[in-house]
């Protein structure tokens, strides 16, 4: 009964209108009253203590950085460098839009970022070397979600925080199989290009391709930082969006002189607003998460389970249709924060790592990002691009399924996640 009335407000609230966030604590009052526990305080007690956290300072402080790339050229020059190693190559601006986002993804971790300098810089240059919009803005969306799956991912750390998971951890785990979702948007575009003619691009030369380099190294030396950093024990997560955050704004405005002074209020106001629409979410999150737990909402879920705990493929899979089908009408950070308590320990009791757990949830999630009809990247891509969103569907359809090929590999051989993740915490 707890599980129906938990749903019914939860989806009831979101169909009268109401913010994600009012949504989650109004569920929690839902459940309060069924309870006969309703108490203000309470609430109170929860919505403070639910950004009160030390992990998740990392969330603004990556948000932050992100900006700041944007703003200050470390973008545009991995953008140049990627271009300049395989514009030449037929395809080439496909090849060259997957290899700018796995580097981007390790710098900022904002799939919305990385989406919105991505189809500034590289679609207008697709488009006049003839290659297909439609195609073109579904392959950057979809490359732009590599960014939430690996380190510094703002959504493993929600989750890490969420579920009382090791965040370093989280990170180490998720390289691998963002890597692996990468080669699958390569294989996906190589069968999309064959059939495209368009403009290859004049090989670079050896001393332009090195100049390149040279310029962009400031960038790219960047996710080697956080990663040595981690690995090491040399600063925690929370530390390396500090390190991130003032790295980028030292290169952006000593090294490229591209941030001016009267451009920083604007970029930490943006940040700020985008960070704090997060950090409400998590604590009003808190209030239903502490509820759930009273209401023993997940021991309900498992006895509903029950059927798929004996074979954990066949739980898994159960999991990640129900994450996908969640993921078409949610955003990614209040699907973390409404499943995450209730998944959890289901995940548990059945004996599945959660650190391997978290990681394909969040890849789930992260595609969710490009599903219909809330697709939060898609629309920051049809924004910019001017590709309207029926076409963009069509456009992300095959990028899609790779990725949801790679997805149903890694729950079919959980050792793709675990014995990288092993070797690298050593």
Request: aromatic residues 6%; hydrophobic residues 60%.
């Given at each position: 009964?707890?599980?129906?009335?938990?749903?019914?407000?939860?989806?009831?609230?979101?169909?009268?209108?109401?913010?994600?966030?009012?949504?989650?604590?109004?569920?929690?009052?839902?459940?309060?009253?069924?309870?006969?526990?309703?108490?203000?305080?309470?609430?109170?007690?929860?919505?403070?203590?639910?950004?009160?956290?030390?992990?998740?300072?990392?969330?603004?402080?990556?948000?932050?950085?992100?900006?700041?790339?944007?703003?200050?050229?470390?973008?545009?020059?991995?953008?140049?460098?990627?271009?300049?190693?395989?514009?030449?190559?037929?395809?080439?601006?496909?090849?060259?839009?997957?290899?700018?986002?796995?580097?981007?993804?390790?710098?900022?971790?904002?799939?919305?970022?990385?989406?919105?300098?991505?189809?500034?810089?590289?679609f207008p240059m697709m488009v006049r070397s003839g290659y297909d919009?439609?195609?073109?803005?579904?392959?950057?969306?979809?490359?732009?979600?590599?960014?939430?799956?690996?380190?510094?991912?703002?959504?493993?750390?929600?989750?890490?925080?969420?579920?009382?998971?090791?965040?370093?951890?989280?990170?180490?785990?998720?390289?691998?199989?963002?890597?692996?979702?990468?080669?699958?948007?390569?294989?996906?575009?190589?069968?999309?290009?064959?059939?495209?003619?368009?403009?290859v691009s004049r090989r670079a030369s050896w001393q332009e391709s090195l100049q390149a380099i040279r310029d962009g190294l400031w960038a790219l030396v960047m996710p080697f930082i956080i990663v040595f950093g981690l690995k090491f024990g040399i600063f925690t997560p929370t530390e390396a969006g500090v390190v991130c955050s003032v790295y980028a704004l030292f290169v952006s405005m000593v090294v490229y002189k591209e941030l001016k002074w009267s451009q920083l209020p604007g970029v930490f106001i943006h940040a700020g607003q985008a960070a704090a629409v997060v950090m409400f979410l998590v604590a009003a999150s808190l209030v239903s998460a502490w509820l759930i737990t009273v209401a023993e909402i997940p021991g309900e879920v498992i006895a509903i389970l029950q059927p798929f705990m004996g074979n954990k493929i066949l739980l898994m899979v159960a999991i990640m249709i129900l994450v996908v089908v969640v993921g078409t009408a949610l955003d990614s950070v209040p699907t973390i924060l409404i499943l995450t308590p209730v998944l959890v320990p289901v995940v548990v009791a059945a004996g599945i790592d959660p650190v391997y757990f978290g990681v394909l949830f969040i890849i789930n999630n992260a595609i969710g990002l490009v599903t219909p009809p809330v697709g939060t990247t898609l629309n920051v891509v049809c924004g910019v691009t001017g590709v309207s969103m029926d076409d963009s569907i069509v456009g992300v359809i095959p990028f899609m399924i790779a990725q949801l090929v790679v997805l149903a590999l890694l729950v079919l051989f959980p050792d793709i996640v675990l014995v990288p993740m092993r070797l690298l915490i050593g």
């Open positions: 009964m707890t599980v129906l009335i938990f749903t019914a407000a939860l989806l009831g609230s979101m169909a009268l209108g109401m913010p994600i966030a009012m949504a989650l604590v109004a569920c929690g009052l839902a459940l309060m009253v069924h309870m006969d526990m309703f108490d203000a305080s309470i609430v109170a007690q929860n919505l403070i203590h639910g950004a009160d956290s030390y992990p998740l300072m990392a969330v603004p402080f990556f948000m932050l950085a992100g900006h700041i790339m944007n703003a200050g050229g470390l973008s545009k020059r991995i953008i140049h460098v990627a271009v300049t190693l395989a514009g030449h190559i037929r395809g080439g601006l496909g090849y060259v839009t997957i290899v700018a986002s796995c580097i981007l993804a390790s710098l900022s971790g904002s799939a919305a970022a990385d989406a919105a300098a991505m189809s500034a810089l590289l919009p439609v195609r073109s803005a579904g392959l950057i969306a979809s490359g732009s979600i590599i960014g939430p799956m690996v380190p510094p991912s703002p959504l493993l750390i929600l989750f890490g925080v969420t579920a009382g998971l090791s965040i370093v951890k989280l990170f180490m785990a998720a390289i691998v199989p963002g890597l692996m979702i990468a080669l699958g948007l390569t294989v996906a575009w190589w069968w999309v290009a064959r059939t495209q003619n368009v403009q």
